[in-house]
């Protein structure tokens, strides 16, 4: 327990606010259950998701920007974003700022055309909830406070992409014990294992799921997505847990999807890690927003004494 | 992991006799195999040059085709004509009517971003496809290709209000590229939530449909955004040798 996440800004992003608002509420639960203290940045913006660094990167630049300097005026020093995708850029956002001269010059130049003081590379540190529990209050810690505990309930950990790649954006990763891996992500099985699940060994934990493209493209994300179901049920995980509201909703949706276009139907079922650790920490299955996922694992949870 | 080479040589190159004696020698079926002489004489040689000036493209000349890219990608691994090493060598060298044989799938790029992991030359391919992408779109070889409107669609909502509602945006989305929205396993994945969801849930849900998320005092925002936006644009459009309206 290092006191530096005790009390940090909230960045929900909006997928939060619309099909990921059961992570949201289970972040926020978790938060509490633990006694650490969030606080929602004032009149935040998107981040531009996957989307506008397509249209140009710099802008991707300037829409975290924006979101860190808000962070920085409301008088934190960090900022914890539960989203791969929010993550991604304000760490992303914040590598371009502190090494590309383009990138700062754009970025003070939005700025001060929007009205707002621009953002300085290095003034406000982004973490992910990852971080953000595992930092401060660790496995011991939580061992401690475990209520209920998920009692070898088998999980496949899915990190995805966006929470390791590329490696250069994440400075204080892959670096030596105790920090997180980019090729081999542990932070989730640190904190599930502590918990009282067995962590399956799964190979696909950054494999991608196609959310990109994942109304464009959905006969890709379909198979991506039946690929990373299919693996997590050869290693004979029960749920599949999350970190990331487009990796939720995608692998949701396909499988959904690959049951009704491709005949392939699995049955693993797929909860945030929010939600799990709730449930451990003796949260209802109602207060974390079990019910709101479009995976229906309320049969299984009840089943192991959990829902 | 194996390497995944591209051969040169396409299947309608081969050609093979049945039955052929040349000078009483019986050389019918493979032993009669020849290469069709395959010649490029359209070279690009801007090529390189106008995708490099293209958000994404900027590092295209660091590429030294260890074929890294290629190994690692995720669409590849469906579709082995997707091959990110491939397309840029062939940008560099300038065969663009090479390149245009794979116009349709270079946009199927998931930006899963296990290319710029694995590149040891920091090109970025994952930008390199999104610059070839676009650069195919603005010189009108393919029409707008789904994954852009949705860029579009999305990028659009953000530049105006700041924020974005994930229901609006698979509306417009739908309703852009004419796919019904009833799409049956939409449909079987909303019915089974509604019959779990709690009422209130359901109404704030309904009302984030008619209340559009916005930001607060955005409109400034949007101004220097949309500015951005067409001067970029029209940097792309002369870097590529195209006027400013559009027409070639
Ligand atoms: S980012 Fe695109 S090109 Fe790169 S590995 Fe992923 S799918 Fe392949
Ligand atoms: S990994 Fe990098 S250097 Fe190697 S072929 Fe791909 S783009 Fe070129």
């Given at each position: 327990?290092?006191?530096?996440?005790?009390?940090?800004?909230?960045?929900?992003?909006?997928?939060?606010?619309?099909?990921?608002?059961?992570?949201?509420?289970?972040?926020?639960?978790?938060?509490?259950?633990?006694?650490?203290?969030?606080?929602?940045?004032?009149?935040?913006?998107?981040?531009?998701?996957?989307?506008?660094?397509?249209?140009?990167?710099?802008?991707?630049?300037?829409?975290?920007?924006?979101?860190?300097?808000?962070?920085?005026?409301?008088?934190?020093?960090?900022?914890?974003?539960?989203?791969?995708?929010?993550?991604?850029?304000?760490?992303?956002?914040?590598?371009?700022?502190?090494?590309?001269?383009?990138?700062?010059?754009?970025?003070?130049?939005?700025?001060?055309?929007?009205?707002?003081?621009?953002?300085?590379?290095?003034?406000?540190?982004?973490?992910?909830?990852?971080?953000?529990?595992?930092?401060?209050?660790?496995?011991?810690?939580?061992?401690?406070?475990?209520?209920?505990?998920?009692?070898?309930?088998?999980?496949?950990?899915?990190?995805?992409?966006?929470?390791?790649?590329?490696?250069?954006?994440?400075?204080?990763?892959?670096?030596?014990?105790?920090?997180?891996?980019?090729?081999?992500?542990?932070?989730?099985?640190?904190?599930?294992?502590?918990?009282?699940?067995?962590?399956?060994?799964?190979?696909?934990?950054?494999?991608?799921?196609?959310?990109?493209?994942?109304?464009?493209?959905?006969?890709?994300?379909?198979?991506?997505?039946?690929?990373?179901?299919?693996?997590?049920?050869?290693?004979?995980?029960?749920?599949?847990?999350?970190?990331?509201?487009?990796?939720?909703?995608?692998?949701?949706?396909?499988?959904?999807?690959?049951?009704?276009?491709?005949?392939?139907?699995?049955?693993?079922?797929?909860?945030?890690?929010?939600?799990?650790?709730?449930?451990?920490?003796?949260?209802?299955?109602?207060?974390?927003?079990?019910?709101?996922?479009?995976?229906?694992?309320?049969?299984?949870?009840?089943?192991?004494?959990?829902? | 992991?194996?390497?995944?080479?591209?051969?040169?040589?396409?299947?309608?190159?081969?050609?093979?006799?049945?039955?052929?004696?040349?000078?009483?020698?019986?050389?019918?079926?493979?032993?009669?195999?020849?290469?069709?002489?395959?010649?490029?004489?359209?070279?690009?040689?801007?090529?390189?040059?106008?995708?490099?000036?293209?958000?994404?493209?900027?590092?295209?000349?660091?590429?030294?085709?260890?074929?890294?890219?290629?190994?690692?990608?995720?669409?590849?691994?469906?579709?082995?004509?997707?091959?990110?090493?491939?397309?840029?060598?062939?940008?560099?060298?300038?065969?663009?009517?090479?390149?245009?044989?794979?116009?349709?799938?270079?946009?199927?790029?998931?930006?899963?971003?296990?290319?710029?992991?694995?590149?040891?030359?920091?090109?970025?391919?994952?930008?390199?496809?999104?610059?070839?992408?676009?650069?195919?779109?603005?010189?009108?070889?393919?029409?707008?290709?789904?994954?852009?409107?949705?860029?579009?669609?999305?990028?659009?909502?953000?530049?105006?209000?700041?924020?974005?509602?994930?229901?609006?945006?698979?509306?417009?989305?739908?309703?852009?590229?004419?796919?019904?929205?009833?799409?049956?396993?939409?449909?079987?994945?909303?019915?089974?939530?509604?019959?779990?969801?709690?009422?209130?849930?359901?109404?704030?849900?309904?009302?984030?449909?008619?209340?559009?998320?916005?930001?607060r005092g955005w409109s400034k925002a949007q101004a220097a955004i949309d500015e951005y936006v067409h001067e970029r644009e029209a940097a792309a459009r002369k870097a590529l040798?195209?006027?400013?309206?559009?027409?070639?």
């Amino acid at each position: 327990m290092s006191g530096k996440y005790k009390d940090v800004a909230y960045y929900p992003g909006c997928a939060l606010e619309g099909t990921g608002h059961a992570y949201n509420r289970s972040t926020k639960e978790v938060g509490k259950a633990l006694g650490l203290k969030i606080t929602e940045l004032k009149n935040w913006n998107c981040c531009g998701a996957m989307e506008v660094k397509n249209v140009d990167p710099k802008l991707q630049t300037y829409l975290s920007a924006r979101n860190l300097s808000i962070a920085e005026e409301m008088g934190y020093k960090t900022v914890m974003a539960p989203c791969n995708g929010c993550y991604h850029n304000l760490k992303k956002a914040e590598y371009d700022l502190a090494h590309d001269q383009n990138s700062r010059e754009v970025t003070d130049r939005l700025s001060r055309k929007a009205g707002h003081k621009t953002y300085e590379a290095g003034k406000v540190e982004t973490i992910h909830a990852l971080d953000w529990i595992k930092e401060e209050i660790g496995e011991e810690g939580l061992k401690a406070r475990v209520k209920n505990s998920l009692n070898g309930l088998k999980i496949a950990n899915y990190y995805g992409c966006m929470y390791t790649r590329p490696r250069h954006i994440f400075p204080e990763k892959d670096q030596g014990p105790g920090s997180e891996s980019t090729s081999k992500p542990h932070f989730m099985d640190d904190l599930l294992a502590a918990a009282g699940a067995e962590n399956v060994d799964y190979p696909l934990k950054t494999a991608c799921c196609g959310g990109a493209h994942t109304l464009s493209d959905s006969d890709t994300s379909t198979k991506l997505v039946l690929n990373l179901l299919t693996t997590a049920e050869a290693c004979g995980a029960d749920v599949i847990a999350t970190e990331c509201p487009t990796c939720h909703t995608g692998l949701e949706m396909h499988q959904a999807r690959a049951e009704k276009v491709f005949g392939r139907k699995t049955k693993v079922k797929i909860l945030y890690f929010t939600q799990l650790l709730g449930m451990a920490l003796g949260l209802s299955a109602r207060k974390v927003g079990v019910q709101e996922n479009f995976s229906d694992s309320m049969d299984l949870l009840r089943e192991r004494g959990l829902y | 992991m194996p390497i995944h080479e591209k051969s040169l040589i396409r299947p309608e190159n081969l050609v093979t006799h049945e039955h052929l004696e040349i000078e009483g020698v019986d050389v019918s079926g493979h032993w009669s195999t020849f290469i069709n002489t395959r010649a490029v004489s359209d070279y690009n040689e801007q090529m390189q040059e106008e995708i490099a000036a293209l958000p994404g493209g900027e590092y295209i000349h660091r590429c030294w085709q260890c074929g890294s890219c290629t190994n690692a990608c995720t669409v590849n691994a469906i579709n082995p004509d997707f091959n990110p090493r491939y397309w840029i060598y062939l940008i560099r060298m300038g065969y663009e009517s090479e390149l245009l044989r794979d116009k349709d799938i270079i946009w199927q790029c998931v930006s899963c971003n296990k290319c710029t992991y694995a590149c040891p030359r920091d090109v970025f391919p994952e930008g390199v496809m999104k610059a070839t992408a676009h650069w195919l779109e603005l010189k009108g070889h393919t029409e707008k290709k789904p994954s852009m409107v949705f860029d579009e669609t999305f990028s659009e909502q953000v530049f105006a209000t700041g924020k974005i509602e994930d229901g609006r945006v698979l509306r417009e989305f739908f309703a852009r590229t004419k796919q019904s929205l009833f799409q049956d396993w939409l449909i079987a994945m909303v019915r089974s939530l509604l019959m779990r969801l709690p009422v209130t849930l359901m109404m704030k849900l309904g009302l984030a449909t008619v209340f559009h998320p916005r930001t607060r005092g955005w409109s400034k925002a949007q101004a220097a955004i949309d500015e951005y936006v067409h001067e970029r644009e029209a940097a792309a459009r002369k870097a590529l040798r195209l006027d400013v309206q559009g027409a070639e």
